[in-house]
């Protein structure tokens, strides 16, 4: 997921916390562009939360209102 501003530390280890249940494997990771959006120059100042979700779009959903709620670094 792209997001305009970086997690705080302690943001993305309530995200973990909270959607345990909803993660498949690692933990969620917070970073810049991935690979594969390499030739999207447009998109790689954002910064990305990654992981692999289950299949519960009624998670997903309680997720990214969890995320748009979170604490971000300050510029």
Excluded: W
Excluded at 10 to 27: R, T, W, Y
């Amino acid at each position: 997921i792209r997001i305009h501003k970086a997690l705080t530390p302690a943001a993305l280890e309530k995200l973990n916390a909270d959607f345990a249940n909803f993660i498949i494997g690692v933990p969620i990771v917070q970073g810049p562009a991935l690979r594969e959006e390499a030739d999207d120059a447009h998109l790689a100042h954002f910064h990305r939360i990654v992981f692999v979700p289950k299949k519960n779009f009624g998670a997903l959903r309680h997720f990214i209102d969890a995320l748009n709620a979170s604490e971000t670094v300050p510029e």
